[in-house]
């Protein structure tokens, strides 16, 4: 089994700053991929930012520039660096791993509890 655990959201105000952490911890033989989802009311869960496969960096357009995505693969833990936060990036944002379990070899997906990152004007 493999579980990520989040941690650093909470409330801020428009242009203030907020650092999500997600530890992943388990039957982990290698996390192929990892990285941070976003889900606001009545809407679709969205691509945040993320490392790829290949260990390139992906964002979404609202979080170029703004947004910072980097790990630590000691620690197997991905961070979120999110700078000048605006109303709209109001969501709970849930971390995402892909992960080779060591124990069953099984490539899977995994999701976090999330946490909520909420934005006051």
């Known amino acids: 089994q493999v579980q990520l655990v989040e941690s650093g959201g909470g409330l801020v105000q428009a242009g203030g700053s907020l650092r999500l952490s997600c530890a992943a911890s388990?039957?982990?033989?290698?996390?192929?991929?990892m990285g941070w989802y976003r889900q606001a009311p009545g809407k679709e869960r969205e691509l945040v930012a993320s490392?790829?496969?290949?260990?390139?960096?992906k964002y979404a357009d609202s979080a170029k520039g703004r947004f910072t995505i980097s790990r630590d693969n000691a620690e197997r833990t991905v961070y979120l660096q999110m700078n000048s936060l605006k109303p709209e990036d109001t969501a709970v944002y849930y971390c995402?791993?892909?992960?080779?379990?060591?124990?069953?070899?099984?490539?899977?997906?995994?999701w976090g509890q999330g946490t909520q990152v909420t934005v006051s004007s």
């Open positions: 388990g039957s982990i033989l290698i996390i192929t991929a």
């Open positions: 490392f790829t496969s290949g260990g390139r960096t």
């Open positions: 995402y791993a892909e992960v080779k379990d060591s124990v069953t070899f099984f490539l899977g997906g995994y």
